[in-house]
């Protein structure tokens, strides 16, 4: 029966991923028409809803394209090693509390494991092979510079990333992303909901940037900054090659959502509020998953906005920003934190 | 602060270094630039503008079309701001023929000549922003310039290739809301500057992108034969506008913006101050166009078939880019013996590897927006 429940649970998120990544494109394109006084795409559907179907399908019935000098393997290789780590890092974040059926406790969490914390951190990393290896494969030299940009930018953040994460670990205690979530119930000082942005403002606001720079968005998007290197390491892709790049973006930032919200806004509890008080056991597992994905979506928007109001940084003015800004900053983070729970514990 | 740029004698072996073709299929290139870039990493070593890829024998063209012909050929040069063109041209010739344009016409040429610099400007800006990654002020500023074009659509039913004005003066009256529309325009215009400004000049990313990148000193620029916006970003105070005053514009108070570095920061917010000058120009001008009676003259007294005396002129104005002339010699016949434009682009673009060499990839696009380099009149 535990297996069932397992492959309901992974089809379902996957698909649950896919679909909000297929919607964000949609809000993305009128979200900045919004932005800039313009309507955006209305005319497939409601509001232009089914706009990423009409794109999803262009995509599939493209030509598969691959330049003649591109290396075959490498090629075929990058957008898929681009796509799986943005599917399978969502694999330990829980997208709710649990749900009762049947006498049968459900979580709401693909695989609960008690190093959650770090097998995110490693299949993140392994993003940047992707990028690499289209960029590489395709032969071009504006892709190569996209390339050795991204390689370059998000080894950078990964450090201040993972730092960071690191001050949110001594906080907590814990590896365990379910058991995180569930420490951010209650009060904090008496007044504050016990979420982690309030243990850990400075920590936050380097998580933020970070994960802005790892999900190559503005101001970060250089390694496909469009009026200076053509499109950066999807220059030659198309198709549904580039789809891959593409949707894997946005499931990134579906994660990378989901994360922050797990780890600094309370996961699925609201502040002041205990749901499961006065919530049946299946109507409590439904509520908390509706609060995470509200939660998730509000992140998801603030991506939409900065894009498309900042402009984007200068490569030497990323590593300047990542490796003399970032990075003591989060170093100075871990050590306060730690000599607070030190002197406190 | 000397920042030591490294030049192509730094490398024992010279192939080490990639080269980059970048254009002229290029998001940043315009379609009709091309850079040849010797690049070592991101670190441009020197970078070799290639020309031509628009050129259409304007100049050659002129010897084989009658004065009036060759008017809305002036539109194509630069396209962003054809009346500008128009009218220099138109005073060339009248210059050479010796014609007194009635003063009317010449406020009617002046009021149009600064919604079109309005126009450029925002064609600039709106790029530059574009290609340094800020998307939005390009659509608030394009909005406005599409009601500069709506006037100009009214005006005489030309949007962007205006063939405005003939020579000897203008075809027609201003329409007669004209004043109503630009009053409706202006604060919509002022507001779209208002919020580029917000959005842009006190920006943490703008400005870093922007300060101390591609600095020119007063000196190279006067020697390289810069004129307007990049001119004066350098910090020299030329404008044909207030040192060799046509039409109005000794009758108008405006002040000319001056820069100190010759940065694109400096050349942004040049043009940033010369939108707001030229929209006081404009209300002052309107002014002195409601002193002029409706049936006063707009064409002065000029033969049906143009043929001016036997000599040559020169003759200037201050269009968008900077100086933009007409060199024309008449051999008495009705068509021009021989034209030569001398267009802004054209001087400044041959500093281009100067400016660029040893600054990054991303710095050789934002130096190109913000030189506002217009193929058509480069290549003419």
């Known amino acids: ?157 990964e450090v201040p990333w993972g730092l960071a994460l690191l001050a949110a670990v001594f906080v907590y205690g814990t590896f365990d992303l379910r058991q995180i979530a569930l420490e951010q119930t209650g009060t904090f000082l008496g007044f504050l909901p016990n979420w982690g942005v309030f243990k850990q403002p400075l920590g936050f606001l380097i998580f933020t940037v970070a994960a802005y720079a790892e999900a190559n968005r503005v101001p970060f998007d250089l390694p496909e900054a469009e009026s200076e290197i053509v499109a950066g390491y999807h220059t030659e892709y198309g198709g549904m090659r580039l789809g891959l790049y593409l949707f894997g973006e946005y499931v990134n930032l579906y994660t990378l959502s989901a994360l922050c919200v797990t780890l600094y806004f309370g996961a699925w509890n609201l502040p002041y509020i205990d749901m499961s008080k006065f919530l049946g056991p299946i109507s409590y597992g439904i509520a908390s998953f509706v609060v995470f994905w509200l939660k998730v979506m509000v992140f998801l928007l603030s991506f939409i906005w900065v894009r498309w109001t900042v402009p984007r940084f200068r490569y030497d003015q990323v590593m300047r920003l990542g490796w003399k800004t970032l990075i003591p900053l989060a170093l100075f983070n871990l050590l306060i934190t730690a000599l607070f729970i030190q002197l406190t514990v | ?104 016409a010449q406020v009617i040429r002046m009021i149009m000549m600064e919604l079109a610099r309005i126009a450029d400007h925002i064609v600039c800006i709106g790029i530059l922003g574009v290609d340094l990654g800020a998307f939005t002020p390009f659509f608030y500023l394009f909005i406005q310039r599409e009601e500069i074009y709506e006037i100009f659509e009214w005006y005489n039913g030309a949007r962007l290739t205006n063939t405005f004005g003939r020579i000897g003066g203008v075809e027609a009256d201003l329409p007669e809301d004209f004043e109503e529309r630009w009053r409706k325009l202006l604060p919509n215009l002022k507001k779209a500057i208002d919020e580029t400004d917000k959005l842009l000049t006190h920006n943490r990313i703008w400005m870093d992108r922007t300060i101390g990148v591609t600095a020119f000193s007063p000196e190279d620029a006067l020697s390289w034969g810069f004129t307007g916006p990049c001119l004066r970003a350098c910090g020299v105070k030329r404008d044909l506008r207030k040192d060799e005053p046509y039409c109005f514009y000794d009758q108008v108070d405006f002040e000319i913006p001056v820069g100190k570095h010759g940065d694109v920061f400096d050349r942004y917010i040049v043009r940033m101050i010369e939108m707001e000058e030229s929209i006081k120009i404009i209300d002052q001008a309107i002014k002195i166009y409601k002193e002029f009676p409706p049936d006063a003259p707009l064409m002065a007294k000029v033969p049906k078939i143009i043929k001016p005396p036997v000599g040559e002129v020169y003759s200037a104005i201050e269009a968008p880019n900077g100086e933009l002339g007409f060199w024309i010699k008449s051999d008495g016949s009705d068509k021009p013996y021989r034209i030569k434009i001398r267009p802004p682009c054209y001087m400044v673009y041959q500093a281009f590897p100067e400016l660029v060499q040893g600054e990054m990839i991303a710095d050789l696009i934002a130096c190109l927006s913000s030189l506002n380099i217009i193929a058509g009149e480069l290549d003419r």
């Open chain 1, 1 to 157: 029966m535990n297996w069932v429940i397992a492959i309901i649970k992974v089809v379902f998120i996957w698909t649950w991923c896919l679909l909000w990544a297929t919607v964000m494109t949609w809000a993305e394109r009128r979200g900045s028409a919004m932005i800039q006084d313009r309507l955006g795409p209305n005319r497939a559907g409601p509001f232009g809803l089914f706009q990423p179907i009409a794109d999803g399908i262009k995509l599939f019935t493209k030509e598969e394209f691959r330049p003649k000098t591109a290396r075959k393997i490498l090629f075929n290789l990058g957008p898929i090693l681009f796509a799986i780590p943005a599917f399978s890092a969502y694999a330990v974040i829980p997208f709710g509390d649990k749900i009762v059926i049947g006498g049968k406790e459900i979580l709401l969490q693909v695989a609960d494991v008690n190093i959650g914390f770090l097998y995110v951190l490693a299949i993140g990393a392994l993003a940047v092979y992707g990028i690499v290896v289209g960029g590489w494969g395709s032969n071009n030299k504006y892709s190569i510079l996209g390339g050795l940009r991204s390689t370059a930018q998000l080894i950078s953040y």
């Open chain 2, 1 to 104: 602060m000397e920042v030591r740029r490294p030049t192509i004698e730094d490398w024992d072996n010279p192939g080490d270094l990639v080269t980059i073709n970048i254009g002229p299929s290029h998001p940043a290139m315009h379609g009709t630039l091309r850079v040849i870039a010797q690049t070592d990493g991101e670190t441009i070593v020197s970078a070799e503008p290639e020309i031509g890829y628009l050129h259409r024998g304007v100049e050659k063209l002129g010897e084989h079309l009658t004065y009036h012909q060759f008017i809305p050929i002036t539109d194509r040069l630069n396209y962003c701001s054809a009346i500008a063109n128009n009218v220099s041209y138109e005073m060339a010739v009248e210059k050479l023929m010796g014609i007194k344009v009635p003063e009317k």
